[in-house]
């Protein structure tokens, strides 16, 4: 069977050797298990016509990096209009996989192609856990991004921390989202340094969207490789919640089916009940039952509860 073939889509300039090395990692397919190709928005252009485009008044923004290591600042309009004819040319390419590689791009796209779209994949994670009653504090790249987000939950706003992290800018998103039960690093730049380094600072749990990026293609992945479950691919952060949760069990607790496991480890990577029943070939109704089922022998209420389980006793 040949390797699948991916190609991961960013809003700025290749290579990305700040965001897709450590995703491919956390996505922990096995070496030469997969082809995959760069491809980003602003390629090909001089950055002085990157500079030149300036965001027009009261246009959503969005920070990206250019091939030089330096940042930028685009309106959302110009890197649509150049990301929908690159994905249209990527869409019939013959790849079993299409990535977009970017949060705070809420435009949706129409794709033949096996597609994985970053803020929907932030979106269903976030979907997934305020079905308990957490209050989350978001971390944006850029001051005022959280504006017109409706997630269902006390969602508090800080200024980001933009080339690997400044100590004053960290400590003061950590003072203002000191009542948030979880943190979510929203922008795909953060970093599992950076989540590391919040959490230390917030003595809270925090997440990346990058972890949660690689949860999502690991669920497509599991299909495309012919593997039995989404958890299949290695010994992902999911797969191995779960097995110390089973760890960690009361003596008289009942085992989890290995159908039980499946969803669970779908749902903490972010898979609607919907996603998890197609992929898994059962009905949304079937991944309901298995869920409240697996969750009542954890003794848990939602997914939330088992997140912080592993972020707070693992030290992750």
């Known amino acids: 069977m040949m390797s699948p073939r991916l190609a991961i889509v960013t809003i700025g300039q290749t290579p990305r050797d700040d965001v897709i090395p450590e995703m491919l990692m956390l996505l922990e397919a096995s070496a030469g298990r997969l082809q995959v190709q760069e491809f980003g928005v602003l390629d090909g252009l001089a950055e002085s016509e990157i500079r030149a485009q300036v965001p027009r008044p009261r246009e959503a923004r969005l920070h990206t990096r250019l091939a030089g290591g330096t940042s930028v600042v685009l309106g959302s309009g110009f890197v649509v209009n150049r990301l929908e004819p690159l994905l249209q ?21 129409r794709m033949r192609t096996s597609f994985v779209h970053a803020q929907s994949a932030v979106d269903a994670w976030i979907a997934t856990l305020v079905m308990g009653d957490c209050e989350l504090g978001l971390i944006h790249s ?6 017109g987000l409706a997630h269902g939950t006390l ?12 100590s004053a800018e960290l400590a003061e998103a950590a003072e203002r989202l000191k009542s948030a039960d979880l943190i979510l690093m ?7 340094h950076d989540a590391r380094h919040m959490a230390a600072l917030t003595r809270k749990p925090v997440v990346t969207a990058r972890r949660i990026l690689a949860g999502a293609m690991r669920l497509h ?10 958890s299949s691919l290695g010994p992902a952060a999911d797969s191995d919640l779960l097995a110390w949760l089973m760890d960690h069990l009361p003596g008289d607790a009942e085992p989890l089916t290995p159908r039980e496991r499946d969803v669970l480890a779908a749902a903490l990577e972010g898979g609607g009940n919907k996603e ?29 509860e088992l997140i912080r389980r592993l972020l707070i006793t693992r030290g992750v």
Request: hydrophobic share 35%.
């Open 221 to 230: 992945l599991a299909g495309l490789l012919d593997q039995p479950g989404p």
């Open 186 to 192: 929203h922008s795909v730049s953060y970093s599992e």
């Open 142 to 147: 850029l001051a005022g991004q959280h504006r």
């Open 155 to 166: 969602v508090q706003n800080a200024r980001a921390v933009v080339g690997g992290g400044e």
């Open 89 to 109: 040319e990527l869409d019939g390419r013959g790849y079993d996989l299409i990535v977009l590689a970017s949060t705070s791009i809420f435009r949706s796209f």
């Open 276 to 304: 998890i029943g197609r992929k898994l070939g059962i009905s949304h109704r079937t991944v309901e039952i298995h869920r409240g089922r697996g969750l009542a022998k954890l003794n848990a209420r939602s997914p939330v």
